[in-house]
Antibody
Framework: EVQLVESGGGLVQPGRSLRLSCAAS????????MHWVRQGPGKGLEWVSG????????IYADSVKGRFTISRDNARNSLYLQMDSLRADDTALYYC???????????WGQGTLVTVSS | IVLTQSPGTLSLSPGERATLSCRAS???????LAWYQQKPGQAPRLLIY???SRVTGIPDRFSGSGSGTDFTLTISRLEPEDFAVYYC??????????FGQGAKLEIK
């Protein structure tokens, strides 16, 4: 059974940093591209960032480019999101996601909540 | 590419047929279009990928169709557990990934 467990969320002041982690199990982690998708309170889904299996290809949404850094450790079956210069509009539930066929998002974690507020 | 879902809210009764639309501002190549279901307090669940391929374990009352700029998710006979929010998602263009704004399917 595929399991994705996010951690690292919390309350942080604007301008500060936070690092999210995602522990993956139940599948061959280094066979798959991984992504972060977020959902603001009461809002829709927003793709944030993605990384290929080898870390050779990394992409970001314009809204986070230059502030967020995605990375992975295949030896630890883990995905990370370093979030710097956080803003109030970064407040959201952050999901760790496995990319599936036809560039869909097949498996989702339960999310970790990030709240940016003074 | 911007995805626009319609209607924003659809009110139907169990047993009825639901048709949800997703229109793209530009043609989506490769049929890189997926559909998700999200219930309150839960993560989204992938239903359809490649515009029309159903994920293993998804009931066959769910079907996807379309190409280019117009895509449809159809639920042939609504069950009580189908009332949720549905999102379409594309790959390609700039930004490389994007979601529609969501469509709420509610019980009439």
């Amino acid at each position: 059974e595929v399991q994705l467990v996010e951690s690292g969320g919390g309350l942080v002041q604007p301008g500060r940093s936070l690092r999210l982690s995602c522990a993956a199990s139940g599948f061959t982690f280094d066979d798959y591209a991984m992504h972060w998708v977020r959902q603001g309170p009461g809002k829709g889904l927003e793709w944030v960032s993605g990384i290929s299996w080898s870390s050779g290809d990394i992409i970001y949404a314009d809204s986070v480019k230059g502030r967020f850094t995605i990375s992975r450790d295949n030896a630890r079956n883990s995905l990370y999101l370093q979030m710097d210069s956080l803003r109030a509009d970064d407040t959201a539930l952050y999901y760790c996601v496995v990319r599936g066929n036809y560039y869909s998002f097949h498996y989702w974690g339960q999310g970790t909540l990030v709240t940016v507020s003074s | 590419i911007v995805l626009t879902q319609s209607p924003g809210t659809l009110s139907l009764s169990p047993g009825e047929r639901a048709t949800l639309s997703c229109r793209a501002s530009q043609s989506i190549s490769g049929n890189y279009l997926a559909w998700y279901q999200q219930k309150p307090g839960q993560a989204p669940r992938l239903l359809i990928y490649g515009a029309s391929s159903r994920v293993t374990g998804i009931p066959d009352r769910f079907s996807g169709s379309g190409s280019g700029t117009d895509f449809t998710l159809t639920i042939s006979r609504l069950e009580p557990e189908d009332f949720a929010v549905y999102y379409c998602q594309h790959y390609g263009g700039s930004p490389p990934y994007g979601f529609g704004q969501g469509a709420k399917l509610e019980i009439k």
